[in-house]
């Protein structure tokens, strides 16, 4: 402190006047709290390394797992400024942290940030004061401009990165956006794939520019995702895409596929009146609440004949048409029956999407929405929708074989 005083001066009739280098000071106690929280989190990390290895650093005892392997060292950006953190590794065991997993969030957080303000087209300046208030640090345009460019490699390694263990259950769906076409905005499509792994987690499996949903693009996807590793498909739930369904019948023709209860839902509900629909969307859920596939096929007559009596001839046909293909989740276990029913887990993520795209408006081209996508994707893996464990597929083996 003594340090940041300056010489005091005594002027005739005026009592001694202290004056302190405020800039000094403030700077000398913002270093106190970088090191404060350095030691702090150090402190933390060989805490958690050792209760993971069952004894302290050199310490000799029965309990003992693993031994420690050196450290590495990890920067990290904290509302007192960049610590380095030491990161200590084990020789066997892996060393998993809470600190480094939210800087994972956090960073994967501000690299969508950068991404989607360069395409809004927000200045490099604004860019800089912004990045200053989500990271705590001051970004520089020219960094903007490097990082924009790295994560554009990054992004497309982890959008082609191998698929490891089995997915049986797999989640399909598409997206529209807008993109500038020689001085027109037209319609591009992403196809998303997510899974439920052995383990009950949800991953997202892949994304991909379709330009359409049609065919060609359904099973480019899928090829692509069979040749990253994508394996042990028991089931896939999508909505009845244009040629979709042959498409899966060429990749995964093992695979049960369910279409979307509830977009099928919709598509009868565009054949009825509006103040019918109601009536109708009772009568469906009805047919899907049954407990076995016979019922339910017992049930889905008995409406289709009460459409035709309400005059509902239309929508009776799409029932009767299709009411089958939404039947596939009744081989399955009871109790994964209404997360894979529908798609509409995927839709929520779907739409998040949508928001966060909706500030760009028409991108550029194709390569630019696709990055953008990814970094949402990304960063939603990293949050509780990943990391919480979603069905209990302990036993699908099991119930399948018993099954037949």
Request: glycine share 8%.
């Amino acid at each position: 402190m003594i340090d940041n005083l300056e010489a005091m001066q005594e002027q005739p009739g005026q009592n001694k006047i202290v004056q302190i280098n405020e800039a000094a000071l403030e700077q000398r106690i913002d270093a106190k709290i970088r090191e404060g929280i350095e030691t702090t989190l150090n402190t933390l990390l060989d805490e958690q390394a050792d209760r993971i290895a069952g004894a302290g650093r050199y310490e000799r005892s029965e309990n003992r797992r693993d031994t420690r392997a050196g450290h590495y060292e990890r920067k990290l950006h904290t509302r007192g400024g960049e610590v380095t953190l030491r990161v200590p590794k084990l020789r066997t065991l892996a060393f998993e942290t809470g600190i480094i997993e939210r800087y994972k969030r956090r960073e994967s957080s501000v690299e969508e940030a950068l991404i989607e303000m360069y395409y809004a087209g927000v200045s490099v300046r604004r860019v800089e004061e912004i990045t200053e208030a989500l990271w705590g640090t001051r970004v520089s345009p020219q960094t903007v401009s490097e990082l924009n460019q790295k994560l554009g490699v990054r992004l497309e390694e982890w959008r082609n990165r191998p698929l490891s263990g089995e997915h049986p259950y797999v989640y399909l769906d598409g997206i529209y956006l807008r993109r500038n076409w020689a001085g027109e905005v037209r319609n591009i499509s992403m196809l998303v794939a997510f899974g439920v792994n052995l383990e009950g987690f949800r991953e997202v499996l892949g994304v991909m520019e379709g330009g359409r949903e049609d065919e060609a693009s359904w099973l480019a996807f899928l090829r692509h995702l069979k040749a990253r590793g994508l394996s042990g498909v028991k089931y896939i739930v999508s909505d009845k895409c244009l040629g979709l369904v042959e498409s899966l019948g060429q990749v995964f023709p093992e695979a049960s596929w369910q279409r979307c209860a509830v977009h099928f839902y919709r598509n009868v509900f565009a054949k009825a009146p509006k103040e019918k629909i109601r009536a109708v969307a009772d009568m469906l859920k009805a047919i899907h609440a049954q407990e076995s596939i016979e019922t339910a096929r017992e049930k889905a007559a008995q409406v289709v004949a009460k459409m035709q009596e309400l005059k509902l001839r239309e929508a009776a046909k799409v029932v009767a048409e299709g009411i089958e293909e939404t039947f596939a989740y009744y081989r399955f276990p009871r109790e994964h029956w209404r997360k894979v029913r529908t798609n509409n887990p995927m839709e929520r993520v779907m739409k998040e999407i949508r928001r966060r795209t909706n500030v760009v408006g028409a991108f550029p081209d194709g390569n630019a929405a696709l990055l953008l996508v990814c970094a949402r994707l990304r960063h939603i893996t990293t949050s509780e929708w990943g990391t919480r464990k979603y069905l209990d597929v302990g036993g699908l083996e099991q119930h399948l074989a018993a099954a037949g």
